[in-house]
């Protein structure tokens, strides 16, 4: 059975620094791209950033440029989120998830809550 | 940066209805990165249907996708009472996502 599961979320001051992990395990993990996705509190889902099999190929949403890093460790079954700089307008859950057929993302963890506030 | 707009904001139909979700999206994109997905309240989402119109592994088929362009349209034939939840179009394209803002459907 394919598993996504998040850990590092937690409450951090705005300014602050998280590490997402995400632990995968059920498929083989570098074959795939993965993604990281998150929904704030009642609103939408955000992509917020993407990496290749390899970890050569990265992409983020224009809001996380230059303070959001995604890697990966495929000797672990690892994906991460590296936050610094948060903002209050990052407070959301983060999902990890993996990209499937044309893209598609088509398993998703439970997700993590971030929350920014002072 | 390619945006999903998807109508209406929230659908009211009943148990037994026929539902029809609109994706419209701001310029022409390839239906095999056009994806569609169910949220319900406190759970991650699901992948409903992939490429438009294949349904992902376990999706019954009272949903179905279709479309090409930028009109795509999600179907659920017969809503069942778990199917009245949100639920996102998605399209990928130059190494980015994103998604509609979504459709809430709800007991009328």
């Known amino acids: 059975e394919v598993q996504l599961v998040e850990s590092g979320g937690g ?13 995968a395990s059920g498929f083989t993990f570098r074959d795939y791209w ?9 609103k939408g889902l955000e992509w917020v950033a993407y990496i290749n099999q390899e970890g050569r190929e990265k992409s983020s949403v224009d809001s996380g440029k230059g303070r959001f890093t995604i890697s990966r460790d495929n000797a672990k079954n690892s994906l991460y989120l590296q936050m610094n700089s948060l903002r209050a307008e990052d407070t959301a859950v983060y999902y ?14 439970q997700g993590t809550l971030v929350t920014v506030s002072s | ?50 490429g438009s119109s294949s349904r992902a592994t376990g999706i019954p088929d009272r949903f179905s996708g279709s479309g090409s362009g930028t009109d795509f349209t999600l179907t659920i034939s017969r809503l069942e009472p778990e199917d009245f939840v949100v639920y996102y179009c998605q399209q990928y394209g130059g190494s980015s996502w994103t998604f509609g803002q979504g459709t809430k459907v709800e007991i009328k």
């Open chain 1, 11 to 23: 409450l951090v001051q705005p300014g602050g620094s998280l590490r997402l992990s995400c632990a």
């Open chain 2, 1 to 50: 940066e390619t945006v999903l707009t998807q109508s209406p904001g929230t659908l009211s139909l009943s148990p037994g209805d026929r539902a029809t979700l609109s994706c419209r999206a701001s310029q022409s994109l390839s239906s095999s990165f056009l994806h569609w997905y169910q949220q319900k309240p406190g759970q991650a989402p699901r992948l409903l249907i992939y």
């Open chain 1, 34 to 42: 993965m993604s990281w996705v998150r929904q704030a509190p009642g």
């Open chain 1, 96 to 109: 990890c998830t993996r990209a499937g057929t044309g893209a598609s993302l088509d398993k998703w963890g």
